[in-house]
């Protein structure tokens, strides 16, 4: 589902965006012009450039302005992706064969490299400092986040709050700043835009919560990949560290997590999916990121009611339900 | 040899680099730190941050606004070379351990990313869109060439003129836009800047070239690594497809090469490399190169004269002369 079908009104200026975004990627070089559209092909939600949008709304709404914000943002959410498959060693996203998968590793860092510096391209155009610098400020951190996740690969002693601290990086960073830039590039007021952002960043923490959940409790036809991945990959996430936290559960799980670790993700993982699915852990994971949507709720209080708060209530509830 | 050891009158100002090098990468993230420091550390002749500098004098020196030019270029640099090392399989660079060889190829393409949004937020200091634009312009470029390298190995087939687009792009072109983006943060007259920036694609290019010659030629302790690594990765570099230009070695040297090839790079290149050495390779190359410097002296002779041009031309003397 891509969510220009939620929004009619969004659809036009939705589908200028999509093709700017091909052809901002666009090259004579061959291989590169593949891989890139590959990864365009694919598809996504175009979640971010529908913040950017929606939150340009609240100011001088200019499209132009706003696609110069837009793609950008979507591109190095890809160029992340494409970089994120090498990490993760994943064969297939969104159910379509990733980068590194159909060509190599190499192929899809410097695809991720390429994307990255054409996504700055673009940010050139844009004239106010500030967004410059928020920007490569997220930049900075989405780069530790990613760092932080393979150190922390098979750590069953992580905290609850370094898997939220690593969520932040990862994912609600860059959607909190998809609303902040949507709102600086239209110029709108500075407390609509604070707000903006702390919409933002509480619908991304609950979105990779929900994401989180989906790859355990997700058909393969529902999430594009089989279920169980991030544990495959040692990506240990909220619900198994709620379920770790039950006393029936931890040794049990602990040692199907170690026998996943050992066999390098090489066996299968249905037996721990299983226990997760089984323990209070989704159900505490899906309570969390209820409040994060509540906050984000909150946050939407504050701006000017009308149809661009509605949509954004949408888009929170949306993400609240998502099973895909 | 760094080259701040040349120039005493730049010697202060280098030092403030070097400290803004450090700060640049600091973060409390310690795998990060460990990693960016151990890249920094290993050191590098600064030649982009030296460029930067010289070029300022053309116009309003102020250490600040060309540190804010010269330290993303180093970084943008040091990113690249990192990202390179992943895609060579190096194990050792200027005598140390790469990143990928004392971690792993993972924490290297991230070491990478982070560096390169680092450098991303010094540059956003920096009002002047046209400095924005063309270095996302180079870097676009620069990530084209890497990949153009990918799927050049062990093509023994391209042109020369293929071989210098690749080295353009892989090279030239960040030393030709440390010499303009200098000239530009100082504000010196456009056609200075332009001079400048021919001067530095000139210089450049006769750089790689060197470099490439020097992988042939030089011991392991003038070059900091095996000689014949370019071969061994399947790198065909100017010297070799000259040497394959000459009736009498066409043959057993490319058998040689498809041997190398097929074992990967795992094998002994003593042979191929004996072969290139003795060939007339070699000299046709460094004639090449010194065409090159001979143009970006053409170019320096259109600069107004004095100390800073006297200086680049050192530079170029230094390139063209150079044995590590």
Redesign the interface.
Known sequence: MKLLDIFGTLKKDMNVIERELSRSID?E?A??NETSLHLLKAGGKRLRPAFVLLAGKYGNYDLERLSNVAVPLELIHMASLV?DD??DDAETRRGQLTVKSKWD???A??????I???A??I???L?N?EI??V???A??Q???G???Q??DFFNTDQTIRRYLLRIRRKTALLIAISCQLGGLAADAPREVTRQLYRYGYNVGMAFQIRDDVLDLCGTEKQIGKPPGSDLRQGNITLPVLYALQQDSLREPLLAEIQRIHQANGETDVKQAVQMVRGSRGIEQAEALADRYIQKAMDALQQLPSGKTQKHLQEIAHFVAKRSH
Chains 1, 2 share one sequence.
Do not use: C
């Open positions: 090259t070089h291989l590169l970089h090498v990490i590793n190499r192929i860092m410097y695809t991720g490299d390429y990255y510096a054409k700055l391209v940010v050139a155009r004239e400092p410059h610098r920007l490569a400020k930049m900075v989405m780069s530790i990613e760092m932080e393979i150190r």
